[in-house]
């Protein structure tokens, strides 16, 4: 029988969008997703046309709060009509599309779901912050609530 796996990464990535890299308490609540693309794991979550659904960032609708990764996907997202894990408090991995720091505020921008800490044409996140300092499109942690 051939080899499946023949190499092995020296060390695994320390983060992946959408995991919730410490244990401190939670708050995650379950929506539908509404969306045909499916909603990504770390990705904005906005309310939906039910008040049990969710679509990703759609301009002009409510925040909601961040998909949490879950491992037993196997499209790497959540489909149309699955159970969404939402995060709406603690912190979570997600895609900073500039460079942050820690107690730096969280925007989104409307129809696209880019997460930074720029006012302009962006959504505030109340209550959210920036946990760690990363460069433009790399993996950073953001606390909500």
Known sequence: MPAIQTTYAAAHARWVEGMLPN?????????????????????????????NQVVDSEATAKFVGIAVLDTTRPAARY????????LKKGVIVVTAAE???????????????ALSKTSSSNTLISGASWETSRDSNNLAALRLG
Do not use: H, N, S
Request: hydrophobic residues 35%; negative net charge; proline residues 8%.
């Open 99 to 113: 460079a942050v720091a820690p107690g730096d505020p969280v925007y989104y921008t409307p129809g696209t779901g």
């Open 79 to 86: 489909e149309q009509y699955d159970a969404v894990a939402v």
């Open 23 to 51: 244990m401190e308490p939670t708050d995650i609540v379950t929506r539908l997703a509404e969306d045909v693309e499916g909603i990504g794991f770390g990705k904005v979550c906005v309310q939906g046309t039910a008040d």
